[in-house]
Structures are given as C-alpha cells and as structure tokens.
C-alpha cells in the first residue's frame, strides 16, 4: 500500500500459468480487482495482494506454482498484511488440501468462482481469515457479468464453454473443471456486442472442445458462429480448441460462408496411429480424421490448419511413431504444439504399461519437430511474392521500427512500419517466409 498525494494505493500482483481459458479467467479477476480499487504491479515485494492462476495440466506447472507458494512465504512474514491466493485449475482440485499444506495461503477460490474475488479479498482485508470456495465443478456455470480488464484493445477472448466430457486418457482437465457446461447465445452475443462497441476487431471463442458447444440444444456452434459473424463492426471471427470428432460439415459450411470468420482450424490430433488414438481415448481413427481434413480443404482452399502433437505416450512402438511421421507428411499443417508425454497423476495414461523412456521421448521428439518445420517452411515458402492482408498488433520485441500483425490464417508477418497504428488493417507483400514468421513490405 502506498499513500500517493493523500490517497490510499493498493497493489495486486496476478500470476498467471497455462492455457487461453487460464488467461481469460486472469481477465475477469483483474477487472474485480480495479473495480474494488487494486492497480496491477510487476513488484511482488510491494504487492497488497498476490494471486496465482494456476494450471494443473503437467505435473511440471504444478511443481512449478508449488515453487512459488514457497518464494511467497517470506514476502508473508515480511509483511502479514499481504493477501495471498490461489485460483485456477490446482486450486479447483486441491481446494483445502493447498492451506494445509501451506498455511501462508489466505484463500483458494476454484474455477466456477472466479465471479466472487472481489467479496472474498473484501472479506479477507476486514478479518483476515481463511476462505476455501472451490464449488462444484460438475455442474456449476460461471456468473456472467463480472467486469473484465482485457490484456490486448484489439483482440478478446471470449469463453463460450466450460469443461470436458471426453476423458482423454493423458488428460486432467474433465477431472478438474468438470462436464461441459455452455454459456448461453445471448450471454456470449452480449459480451461479443461490447467488445467490438469497445474498439475490438478480433474475438475468439474459447472452450476446451468448441464444436459440442450448446450440449445438444438448439444453440448448436455454428449458429453460434453465424450469429458472431453477424455482430456489427466485427472484423475477424476465431475459435478454439476443436475436437475432430465434433466438428461438423454445418461448423465447416459456417467458416467457408463467413464473412469474417478467420480461415484457420486448430484441429488437435495428438497421434497419428489407429493403436494409439485409441488407447488416448481420442474416439476417432485416422481414417476419419483423414477424411474429415479432405472435408476442410475441399470446403475452404485456403484453410490453415494447426494441431497438436504428443510423443511418447505409453506403449508407443517404433512402428507408430514411423506411422505418425508418416501421418504429418500426409496432413501437412501450417505448424504444430510438440508435446513430449508426461504423466499426469490421477490420469489413465499415469499407469498404463509400457512407458516410454525418456531419452527416447526426447530423440522423438526432435524427429518430429525437425520434419514439422520442414514443412513448415514450405508451406510459408509458398507464399513468397503474395499479398495479404494482416492486422496490426504493434511493434516486435527487439525492433521498435519491426512491427508484427497477424493474416487470417493467424501467420504472424513482420514488416517495416511507416504510419500504421495497431488495430490498422494493411497489405503486405511477403519478401521472407521463415519457419515461424513471415517478412513483408507493405503495398
Ligand atoms: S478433449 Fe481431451 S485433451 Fe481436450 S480437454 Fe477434453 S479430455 Fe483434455
């Protein structure tokens, strides 16, 4: 706290780890946050309140955010007026467990109840007493509504559902945040209406698994979809994640008509053998994912398509693995989130036989990336001499005069600025494609 000019000045530093939806819910707690007075600070050491957003899905990040609750410690004994809590996916599946074993936390609020920061830090600053609220996360629907602090003007993520019903045999997430639960149409169009009234041109919709979106009512996603692409001054419409078993020909005919309806698919496939697929619990075979991709790119030619990629999951044999490679070729994605398996407890996958050596995961590993980026680059490559039109999102991080922006297809360009302001639409002609990012001179 800080006494400036008279008036009273109360800090909160939020930590933030994992996912997009992780990143969204940070949104939500910082506009509670402002709303109840905090200004945000980089400082920990002069922090009223810190906040940690956590993120269970690798036992890595939950090692990680232990690291931390024990940095956070001294800081308490330094100053015991400091507020400390815990959010997110490990607060929703430890809930009380996390006090006891580190008392210096003053509350764990789960993932359903990001709407009651605000009452909790209030109560918190008047008697200083513990609160645990994890709620239920089977069933429980978020409150809308709460004020929201956005990282970017220019861009809003937006959550449309909560949850998972598939059980991935490596994955915590339907453990932790529950069955699907979808917010409803007029909820989201409401939230999509003032952003864009705001300033924003881009909104993503964002759901562990978009395309079962409305849970099997009449609010199916591509309706969803439609109505988002209808918002007034919206200029660019994406989602994410989507399942490839629920993604369907009316999703696929909704981008391909869209006007504003970005033409990029993430479309996770996570391995490219039948014997794998299914001991993932992935519900889908190669063969129809094969076919659902010739779908996509019949559909909409110029489709961008990203995915997901695990290696070493338990039994994985040298045949599979040359299956995947194989599979990469065939499907040519623009690029691909690499992930070496780890076992995540209270998973499936955690005890299955056959786990795969370390070294071997990581020898894998590198095959994978090094045949992804060939392609990769090819495909960029393929787009030397065109012109295409990005968004302007600001300048690079080493560059003041580079400034970056994003296609349709989500391909970040790098470019020479003149006068362009970020939010602008520009043209630009594609000099250098790299592996990663495109050069440009605008026309
Ligand atoms: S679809 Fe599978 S990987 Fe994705 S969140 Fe659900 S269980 Fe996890």
Redesign the pocket.
Known sequence: MKIIDGKVHRFVKLIVYGCQMNRSDAERMDGQLQEIGYEATEDMETADLILINTCCVRETAEDRVYGKIGEIKHLKEKNPHLIFGITGCMAQKEGEKLIKRAPHIDFVLGTNRVHELARIVREIEAEHTHHVNVGAAETELPAGGAPVVRESKLTAWVPIMYG?D???TY?I??HVRGRERSRSMEDILREVESVVAEGCQEVTLLG??VNSYGNGSEESFAELLRQVDRVKGISRVRFM?S?PKDLSNEVIEAIRDGEHICEHIHLPVQYGSNAILKRMNRKYTVEAYRALVKRIREAIPNVSLTTDLIVGFPGETEEDFSAMLDFLREMRYDSAYTFIYSKRSGTPAATMENQVEDSVKHERLAKLMEVQNEISREINESLKGKILEILVEGPSKNDETVWTGRTRTNKMVLFQRREEQAGDFIQVKITQPQTWVLKGEQV
């Open positions: 998972c598939n059980f991935c994955c997430v339907p562990q698994n994640t399942h």
